[in-house]
């Protein structure tokens, strides 16, 4: 069974950071392009940072610079690293690892809620 559990979420203030990770169990996780989605109420899920297996990483406009992504294979876990956040940063943030159109797996979802 798959399985991508986010933890890490919570209430900060503006200007604050936090660092979330997901940890997957089930799939060989080396192999695995990884990314951290956002969706925030009344709009659709977005892309914030993506992964690859190979290391490569791509961002959203929106959090160049403040935001970080990586990854531990031997932990089987990602991580986004997120400074200087905003009120608009305020999302569900999930998890998503995917090897191919086959195996598309997602996590349940982490609140994050930053107050101005």
């Known amino acids: 069974q798959v399985q991508l559990v986010e933890s890490g979420g919570g209430l900060v203030q503006a200007g604050g950071s936090l660092r979330l990770s997901c940890t997957a169990s089930g799939i060989d996780f080396r192999i695995y392009n990884m990314a951290w989605h956002r969706q925030s109420l009344g709009k659709q899920r977005e892309l914030v940072a993506a992964?690859?297996?190979?290391?490569?990483?791509n961002y959203a406009d929106s959090v160049k610079g403040r935001f970080t992504i990586s990854r531990d294979n031997a932990k089987d876990t990602v991580y986004l690293q997120m400074s200087s956040l905003k009120p608009e940063d305020t999302a569900v943030y999930y998890c998503?690892?995917?090897?191919?159109?086959?195996?598309?797996?997602w996590g349940q979802g982490t609140q994050v809620t930053v107050s101005s």
């Open positions: 992964i690859t297996s190979g290391s490569s990483t």
């Open positions: 998503n690892g995917k090897f191919a159109t086959w195996s598309d797996y």
